[in-house]
């Protein structure tokens, strides 16, 4: 069993960056997927961005070249830095984590959650 606890939402307005951490009870090693996930009021869940066994990174189209997850497995913690913020960004964010057993980490069901943090992006 793994615990997530995200923190860093916050309101920002448009054009404006936030930082988001998502802190594990226990060491995830690198064969867990580890990913970032939103969803809007009356939207549903999607994947933003995920950080792949093997270090790579991949993410969501709408958000390529303005979000960046990372990974620091010493400090048991997953980041994601999100810049150049939309209103379409709003949302809660979600961190997740699951064992990894082959193919790209965007495929799988997590298994684990944490509760979210707001993002709101004024225009």
């Known amino acids: 069993q793994v615990q997530l606890v995200e923190s860093g939402g916050g309101s920002v307005q448009a054009g404006g960056s936030l930082r988001l951490s998502c802190v594990a009870s226990?060491?995830?090693?690198?064969?867990?997927?580890m990913g970032w996930f939103r969803q809007a009021p009356g939207k549903e869940r999607e994947g933003v961005a995920h950080v792949e066994s093997d270090g790579s990174t991949n993410y969501a189209d709408s958000v390529k070249g303005r979000f960046i997850i990372s990974r620091d497995n010493a400090k048991n913690t997953l980041y994601l830095q999100m810049d150049s913020l939309k209103p379409e960004d709003t949302a809660m964010y979600y961190c997740?984590?699951?064992?990894?057993?082959?193919?790209?980490?965007?495929?799988?069901?997590?298994?684990?959650w944490g509760q979210g943090t707001q993002v709101t992006v004024s225009s």
């Open positions: 997740a984590a699951t064992p990894w057993f082959g193919d790209m980490c965007s495929r799988y069901v997590y298994a684990f």
């Open positions: 226990r060491h995830t090693p690198s064969t867990y997927c």
